[in-house]
């Protein structure tokens, strides 16, 4: 994938990560893309590592494996800043 695709998928990540688990956090929008890039990172490796597959492109299977990994990392954000 490149570097357009990983930030959109980030970004949409991102963005239902926040969505699933809302509330106050620094940053903004670009902590969000962030996580949610970082997250489709992590999530890709998890995902890969438990078997459930890569994040290998723009369709369903990896935008719910990097949600998966930006909710992961969302939360543990959240538990680093309190």
Same mark, same amino acid.
């Given at each position: 994938?490149?570097?357009? *695709?990983?930030?959109?998928?980030?970004?949409?990540? /991102? #963005?239902? #990560?926040?969505?699933?688990?809302p !509330?106050?956090? %620094? !940053? /903004?929008?670009?902590?969000?893309?962030?996580?949610?890039?970082?997250?489709?990172?992590? !999530?890709?490796?998890?995902? *890969?590592?438990?078997?459930? !597959? %890569?994040?290998?492109?723009?369709? #369903?299977?990896?935008?719910?494996?990097?949600? /998966?990994?930006?909710?992961l990392?969302?939360?543990?954000?959240?538990?680093?800043?309190?």
């Open positions: 994938m490149g570097i357009l *695709s990983w930030i959109v998928i980030g970004l949409i990540a /991102g #963005a239902l #990560a926040k969505f699933i688990m !509330g106050k956090d %620094p !940053g /903004g929008i670009f902590i969000t893309i962030l996580i949610g890039i970082a997250g489709a990172f992590v !999530g890709g490796f998890v995902g *890969s590592f438990l078997g459930f !597959g %890569p994040v290998t492109g723009f369709n #369903a299977g990896s935008l719910i494996v990097a949600v /998966g990994g930006a909710v990392l969302l939360f543990l954000y959240r538990l680093v800043k309190k």
